[in-house]
């Protein structure tokens, strides 16, 4: 029997009336939804007076890592600017650094942040901890050349979208257990955080269609971990395994009540509160994996979007001139 599950927001139900669905995976479909075209980023470019700079850094083994860099153009700044350092969603088995980065562009306008996206390893080609740690070479060559840059280096915000939103948590908590760099706040929209898919909210989005589902989370999160028993699992990797969540910079975590991951995503905001930390938590009422990325004009998705720019613009200050 089908477990019930929380009603979706009318609106989006009626968007999503019109967007085929799935409910698992596959090596040979994964192959198709690489192919497809991927973030069409001169668009987004058009309107904007944004500066562009594609870079590679090397990762831990020396291969490259793809990012790319955005800045706002012919800027007479008098104080160094917030960086928006960008993890892209997909499983951490497709995307790229365009995917979602209308999100971090639209910070890039409110405030001048600089927003660097990274083009992290994906699996099944990469596995373990691969793509964290390509994610977080690309966070210290940030903080390495923050002067060249223009950013405060005080004012450096990571932040991902479901896989990246995972990879955000997992590369703070790295950045906490080695000491570098500062990280001013982080921003997990949405985010996979737990390969154990054991929640009631992963039984509730199983045995059906759907744009994220247990069985399509079990098959990213296998890619991911190759050949790692579950004891073996690092919680950089997996970050809801992490047993000590203190010392996190503030976070803002939103999610939907109609997703799979809404709660591990709880359940992370609840635990850093209990070790003393700051978090602000938005579960969203009838909204599924994505909404807001997907549909972003949608009423509810326009709120989600203000709502954590708001809160982005509180931060921010604090840390130093905005």
Not at 188 to 208: E, F, K, V, W
Not at 218 to 225: D, G, M, S, Y
Not at 285 to 312: E, V
């Amino acid at each position: 029997m089908t477990t019930a599950r929380p009603a979706l927001d009318r609106e989006l139900r009626e968007l999503l009336a019109d967007m085929p669905l799935m409910s698992q995976l596959s090596t040979e479909f994964l192959g198709q939804l690489r192919r497809l075209p991927s973030t069409p980023i001169d668009s987004l470019l058009a309107h904007r007076r944004v500066d562009r700079r594609d870079i590679t850094v090397p990762a831990t083994d020396g291969a490259p890592i793809p990012l790319s860099v955005f800045s706002p153009a012919n800027t007479d700044r008098i104080t160094a600017a917030p960086c928006i350092y960008w993890m892209h969603g997909g499983g951490m088995v497709m995307g790229d650094r365009f995917s979602q980065i209308d999100i971090p562009l639209e910070w890039l306008d409110a405030f001048g942040a600089v927003v660097v996206s990274v083009d992290y390893r994906l699996a099944p080609e990469a596995t373990g901890t691969a793509l964290v740690d390509d994610c977080y070479q690309g966070l210290l060559w940030i903080a390495e050349h923050a002067e060249e840059l223009g950013i405060d280096p005080a004012r450096i915000v990571v932040a991902g979208a479901s896989a990246g939103g995972g990879l955000a948590a997992g590369v703070t908590l790295l950045a906490r257990d080695l000491g570098t760099p500062a990280i001013a706040a982080q921003i997990l929209i949405c985010p996979m955080l737990d390969h154990r898919n054991t929640s009631a909210s992963s039984r509730q989005y199983s045995g059906g269609p759907g744009v994220w589902t247990r069985e399509m989370n079990e098959f990213a999160w296998r890619a991911v971990l190759g050949d790692l028993t579950d004891e073996a699992v690092p919680e950089y990797v997996s970050p809801a395994l992490a047993e000590d969540l203190s010392g996190l910079p503030t976070t803002y975590i939103d999610t939907g009540s109609a997703e799979v991951f809404r709660d591990e995503d709880t359940d992370y905001a609840t635990r850093i509160w209990a070790a003393g930390g700051q978090a602000e938590l938005h579960v969203w009422a009838g909204g599924f994996h994505g909404f807001d990325a997907l549909y972003p004009k949608a009423n509810i998705s326009a709120t989600a979007r203000r709502t954590r720019t708001d809160w982005l613009a509180r931060v921010l200050p604090s840390n130093g001139a905005a």
